[in-house]
């Protein structure tokens, strides 16, 4: 077990630190907005049905609203997801407490999508994830993952991955790459700056002082048997 795979993502959402080593007491991927690489998915899908798995803040999910989606967020946090309950009641989107591992979840989805999740969940555990992810999905489902990229300006390994890696992880978790593209996740520079000294990490940031995480966007489909 690495220290990453004890996050405390229902104590990052109450002040307390993410990680044991330093003190990251903000979140550090709350930047006010939805990530601008899930608008830059969202603009191009046909409304249907999403789920936004690890939802955090809901920014993403309220966008995919806003576009036209029925969407169902889910996070393992209690109080992520009573934070979202209070800053988006009226949206129609159901927000539910739950494992992306064993979602108990009895729906599909058009889309499902993953941003910044897939490196949360311990490695051990995401080839349950996918699978439980797979038994939500249609023929037909896009699942779109977004997912560190290991580079010399990201984030370290484990919680950054090669390409190559998360293919292996992807196809025993019941699914295909259909398309893989270099991508940024931005973040709160002031919140892993701590992080960053500790573990010397040299990551630009963008004009608005934000990290930008080398990251990688997935398409996957289910697999054919
Ligand atoms: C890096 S944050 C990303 C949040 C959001 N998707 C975004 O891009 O702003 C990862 C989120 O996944 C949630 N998470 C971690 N493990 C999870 C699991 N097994 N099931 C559901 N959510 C999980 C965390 O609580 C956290 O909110």
């Not at 993410?18 to 903000?26: A, G, N, P, R």
């Not at 907005?33 to 309220?62: E, H, I, T, W």
């Not at 090669?162 to 992807?170: F, K, N, P, Q, R």
């Not at 978790?173 to 010397?200: D, H, P, S």
Request: with cysteine; proline share 4%.
């Amino acid at each position: 077990m690495t220290e990453y795979d004890r996050a405390n993502f229902t104590g990052v959402y109450e002040g307390q630190s993410l990680v044991e080593s330093v003190s990251i007491t903000e979140v550090p991927w709350e930047i006010g907005q939805p990530q601008p690489v899930v608008g830059a998915v969202l603009k191009d899908l046909r409304p249907g049905r999403l789920l936004d798995v690890g939802c955090g803040l809901g920014r993403n999910a309220k966008l995919a609203s806003d576009y036209g989606h029925d969407v169902v967020a889910i996070d393992i946090s209690a109080t992520a997801i009573n934070k979202c309950l209070d800053l988006y009641s009226n949206s129609g989107i159901q927000f539910y407490n739950l494992d992306a591992c064993n979602t108990g979840l009895a729906m599909k989805f058009d889309v499902i999508l993953d941003s910044a999740t897939y490196h949360a969940i311990p490695k051990h555990k995401r080839i349950k994830y996918l699978r439980e992810m797979s038994r939500l999905a249609f023929e037909e489902t896009t699942l779109h993952l977004i997912t560190f990229a290991a580079s010399d300006h990201g984030m370290p390994k484990p919680l950054a991955s090669e390409l190559s890696d998360i293919a292996e992880t992807v196809e025993s978790g019941g699914w295909q790459i259909e398309l893989a593209e270099r991508v940024e996740y931005k973040g709160n520079a002031a919140a892993i700056e701590e992080f960053r000294k500790k573990k010397g990490l040299n990551i630009r940031l963008d004009g608005n002082g934000r990290t930008r995480l080398p990251a990688w966007h997935l398409s996957l489909r289910l697999s054919q048997s």
